[in-house]
């Protein structure tokens, strides 16, 4: 046959894509068909695809076919020297037929031998329904298989009492099963390391065993370490084969380490001593092996360029050096410190090995970080998000100004922040409104501060570092830094903007969800997912009324409904300042989400405990109940009072003593820097207020309490100090004798303002009892009550003197009565009295914080109190206007003129 001639009708084929020249190419292949011999090769359709679409041989593992060469692959193990090709099959391409296949030089082929042909013949069906017979010839080589191979080095770490439980994947990784079965079993040679010991089901490993994949992963193979260092073993494959073929071996090493325990962080000062504690080596020992720490040895000491450790260290020329390889308990580990080299910063790491009571053995690092001794005082922090302008607040600056220098801050000089990140501007409004930008040369004084913003670049978030020299009153220079946090914003609705005080929780309102949610979906809300803030910032509560009384935690896994939202509080944590992001995804009523943020600004705020009302006569000297400032503590922080500093009085009303006796007799005068503490000393209840000589009136002392917890609370003292003549009865009244000295200074202050009267020949009767009608009369004169009287009660005759306060304290709805009576002449209980009181300050406007049963604990007959005084005693105990007697508060009892006087008394000094 013409091998040119079939070539060209090869090409030919490949290239015919349109119908016609297909029939005319059909045409002279039936021609050539007949006139050329059977062996016309027509290696591929006019598609491209070739005749045979794939060859397979039962006795083989994988057949490849490439053009008409075929390949034939047995397994590895195979044993023949021949293959009969007879049993080949053919699975022919689309369009081709196969009608038969012959061996011109015998069906049998030599394993690893030259080629055998095969032809295959077979028809071609195109389109037109014309069949054409054709022949394709193959070369056919027979070769045995690779054998499945297993080898590298298998590395494996672990700590002391940490077993290893091998896996499959530990080994099958190191197995290649080429032509051979898949990985059956494996089996470990024998090894005289002492590091640890292997386990088979549950007994000693004995060396060459086979262990199936399948008790492999089972976690039936386990390594036992019993001491650090290195076990190497030799591990031999087997394949799951007949044979049970081994597939070479790879070696397995095992280190074992000293369990290791997270770093020890000591925090240091250039040039400054550091001491180390052995409690952070305790808790690290207690962590990583358990029991209680021995010692420790430090191997390697650090570079010297770095510093140096000492025992008891005084100078460098008192105290020793730690040497490695040295045992150092607990106690040497207290008195050990790093010093630094001169002017060096930065951190570095010092190994150690641990060792507790047992003898068991840790590592780990101790890292010291030497901070460079540029910024003198605590970093002010603000956050704000991308494009949105941050105030500053004077007060911090104030702040760090005093606790750096003991001083009060004058002025304070920038330097200024990268314009890639932001600017400084006072009195910003808008980018093209503001008074200027801040200049590093100019001094900003305390009044300025609250001036200045920081505008962040377009786009910009990350962290922005502002450097600043302050300057005190005495012209001490400190260096500061503002870490500004710039949020990146990524969220469809604007954010909802709160403010709120660093002790005052904040509720949110569901009408700003809803707008949110309307704005981006035009659509109604039906609930809210939250993003928990961390609780370093506060904490999100339902149905919030107090640390102790809410309804939950807010979840990020709960709903949150339209009807929801108006319940949920937002709690800064105690002291907290600076700018809380809250994310949020909201869902409308279609199920459609949109992303949203709150952002609550927190400003510093102290909490103001309740005033502290005690009093005293001229020139008695009074001294402070500690309990006093211990309540004002639990009830303002929830929790124990530590110390108290004072603000010191006007010298011309009266001076604060420490341990006062006598005028001669005491030890020192309050300092208004000195801690007075509640459980130590200096004993806050060894503080004495002695009044200026003859000074009487109101003194308000102020103070800043701190609790265990170091929070701080604001609040004061008032002080009552009664005027009192030489006989410490009453100037004007008989019967106000120095046995009545409790009232008498009230008794004539409430004559001098016309409230009160007399009852005849100079006398005052202060131990009559207070009938209703004069104890409305003394209220309507105290308070100035007016109002339209619309009539009066019908045993309130029309001629009597207190007719007309009686009528307005009713239309002022003070006045109730009893069936339209209200029995004037009959003599009024405490309880009573002390209901009218309370209805008569809301009427005048004053708002006292409403009390509760609580507030009654301090008296021993608070029970005895009726159910609808309760509420009112409560409010006026609160505010000190009630203080009862021996701790009774006699609520049934009458109350007396003389009683009377003081209550009003303090009422008018609300």
Request: charged fraction near 20%; charge should be negative.
């Amino acid at each position: 046959m013409n091998k040119k001639l079939n070539d060209d009708m090869s090409c030919t084929v490949k290239s015919i894509y349109f119908k016609k020249v297909i029939s005319m190419l059909l045409s002279i292949l039936m021609i050539t068909s007949i006139l050329l011999s059977p062996m016309n090769i027509i290696y591929a359709a006019d598609n491209g695809e070739y005749v045979i679409k794939s060859i397979s041989h039962p006795e083989s593992v994988r057949t490849a076919v490439e053009g008409n060469n075929v390949t034939i692959i047995l397994p590895f193990n195979d044993d023949s020297d021949s293959l009969d090709l007879s049993n080949i099959n053919l699975t022919a391409a689309t369009n081709f037929r196969l009608t038969q296949k012959e061996f011109p030089s015998g069906s049998v082929a030599e394993t690893g031998g030259p080629s055998s042909i095969m032809d295959v013949y077979y028809t071609y069906t195109t389109g037109d329904d014309k069949t054409t017979q054709f022949s394709t010839r193959y070369y056919i080589n027979v070769n045995r298989g690779e054998a499945p191979t297993f080898s590298g080095t298998i590395s494996m770490n672990t700590a002391l009492q940490k077993n290893i439980v091998f896996n499959y994947s530990d080994f099958i990784n190191f197995y290649d099963s080429n032509d051979g079965e898949d990985m059956g079993s494996i089996s470990i040679g024998t090894t005289n390391n002492s590091v640890g010991t292997l386990k088979f089901k549950g007994s000693v490993y004995k060396p060459d065993t086979r262990i199936t994949v399948t008790d492999i992963a089972s976690g039936n193979l386990i390594f036992e370490p019993l001491t650090a260092g290195t076990a190497s073993y030799k591990i031999t494959a087997y394949a799951d084969d007949e044979n049970e073929t081994n597939c070479g071996y790879a070696v397995l090493n095992i280190k074992v380490e000293y369990p290791v325990s997270s770093d020890i962080t000591f925090n240091g000062t250039e040039n400054k001593i550091l001491l180390l504690s052995s409690s952070k080596f305790t808790d690290a020992c207690t962590q990583t092996v358990g029991g209680t720490l021995d010692y420790i040895k430090i191997p390697t000491l650090p570079s010297s360029s770095y510093g140096k450790l000492y025992i008891d260290y005084v100078s460098s020329s008192y105290g020793s050096l730690v040497t490695a390889g040295t045992n150092y308990n607990k106690t040497s580990i207290d008195k050990m410190a790093f010093v630094p080299y001169p002017e060096y910063f930065g951190d570095f790491f010092i190994p150690f090995n641990g060792y507790n009571t047992d003898g068991e053995i840790f590592t780990g690092k101790i890292k010291i970080v030497v901070i460079e001794n540029r910024i003198d005082a605590s970093t002010i922090k603000y956050s704000t998000y991308e494009n949105t302008p941050v105030n500053f607040e004077s007060n911090d600056f104030v702040d760090e100004c005093e606790d750096t220098t003991g001083e009060s801050l004058d002025y304070v000089k920038f330097t200024l922040p990268s314009s890639s990140k932001g600017t400084l501007y006072v009195n910003y409004a808008s980018d093209s409104s503001y008074g200027s930008k801040v200049s590093s040369t100019t001094k900003y004084y305390e009044n300025d501060l609250d001036d200045i913003t920081f505008v962040p670049y377009s786009d910009y978030y990350g962290t922005v570092i502002i450097s600043y020299v302050g300057y005190n009153d005495d012209g001490e220079d400190y260096t500061g830094e503002i870490e500004i946090t710039v949020t990146e914003v990524d969220i469809d609705a604007d954010p909802i903007i709160y403010e709120t005080g660093s002790y005052t929780p904040l509720t949110f309102e569901a009408y700003d969800f809803q707008d949110a949610c309307d704005d981006v979906t035009n659509e109604d809300l039906d609930y809210v997912r939250f993003t928990i803030p961390s609780s370093s910032y506060g904490v999100m509560y339902t149905d919030y009324t107090s640390s102790t009384r809410y309804g939950s935690k807010v979840s990020s896994g709960t709903k949150y409904y339209e009807e929801d939202l108006d319940s949920i509080t937002f709690v800064p944590k105690s002291a907290y300042t600076g700018t809380v992001i809250i994310s949020y995804t909201g869902y409308n009523d279609d199920g459609d989400s949109f992303t949203g943020v709150v952002k609550i600004t927190v400003e510093k705020e102290n909490p103001v405990a309740d005033v502290i009302n005690i009093s005293t006569k001229e020139d008695i000297s009074i001294r402070f109940d500690d309990e006093d400032f211990n309540d004002a503590s639990e009830d303002t922080t929830d929790e124990e009072l530590d110390y108290v500093k004072f603000t010191l009085p006007s010298s011309s009303s009266g001076k604060l003593y420490y341990n006062y006796s006598t005028a001669s007799n005491y030890d020192s005068l309050v300092s208004s820097s000195t801690k007075y503490y509640y459980d130590d000393s200096p004993s806050l209840s060894k503080v004495t207020f002695v009044p200026y000589k003859d000074y009487y009136g109101t003194v308000t002392i102020k103070y800043t309490g701190y609790n265990l917890d170091g929070e701080a609370f604001t609040g004061s003292i008032k002080i009552e100090v009664a005027s009192m003549p030489e006989t410490e009865g009453s100037i004007y009244f008989n019967d106000v004798t120095k046995d009545y000295s409790w009232a008498a200074s009230q008794i004539d202050y409430l004559y001098e303002e016309d409230i009160v009267n007399g009852t005849g020949n100079g006398n005052y009767s202060p131990a009559k009892n207070m009938t209703r009608g004069d104890f409305i009369l003394m209220l309507y004169n105290a308070l100035d009550l007016s109002a339209t009287a619309n009539g009066n009660f019908t045993d309130v005759p029309k001629d009597t003197y207190y007719y007309k306060a009686i009528a307005t304290a009713k239309a002022l709805g003070i006045a109730k009565g009893y069936d339209n009576l209200f029995m004037p002449t009959t003599s009024i209980t405490r309880e009573d009295a002390f209901v009218l009181v309370n209805r008569a300050l809301k009427v005048d406007g004053k708002k006292l914080s409403s009390g509760d049963y609580d507030d009654l604990s301090a008296f021993k007959d608070r029970k005895s109190v009726s159910d609808y005084a309760v509420t009112s005693i409560a409010t006026l105990v609160k505010a000190g206007i009630i203080q009862g007697s021996n701790s009774n508060l006699n609520p049934k009892a009458f109350i007396s003129r003389a009683e009377m006087a003081v209550i009003l008394y303090r009422v008018l000094e609300l």
